[in-house]
């Protein structure tokens, strides 16, 4: 894990958030040693998000299914 100055992190910022990209997590240090961890955050997927799949059924026989399904 990488560690900054806080005067390091402000000159080098690309390459301090492309470490923390890489590595998960840096550490910048305050001149009162105080020390904050940058972490990158996590992209947020879409729960619609999901691979597709190759069928052979008809547009007219996916409705049939759905219409069936419905009468229950």
């Given at each position: 894990m990488q560690v900054y100055t806080y005067s390091e992190a402000r000159q080098k910022?690309?390459?301090v958030l492309e470490q923390a990209e890489l590595?998960?997590?840096v550490l910048i240090r305050r001149r009162d040693g105080r020390t904050f961890a940058l972490v990158p955050e996590k992209e947020a997927a879409s729960p619609l998000?999901?691979?597709s799949i190759k069928a052979n059924v008809s547009t007219k026989e996916i409705v049939?299914?759905?219409r069936k399904g419905r009468e229950r």
């Amino acid at each position: 894990m990488q560690v900054y100055t806080y005067s390091e992190a402000r000159q080098k910022l690309a390459a301090v958030l492309e470490q923390a990209e890489l590595n998960g997590k840096v550490l910048i240090r305050r001149r009162d040693g105080r020390t904050f961890a940058l972490v990158p955050e996590k992209e947020a997927a879409s729960p619609l998000k999901v691979p597709s799949i190759k069928a052979n059924v008809s547009t007219k026989e996916i409705v049939d299914i759905i219409r069936k399904g419905r009468e229950r």
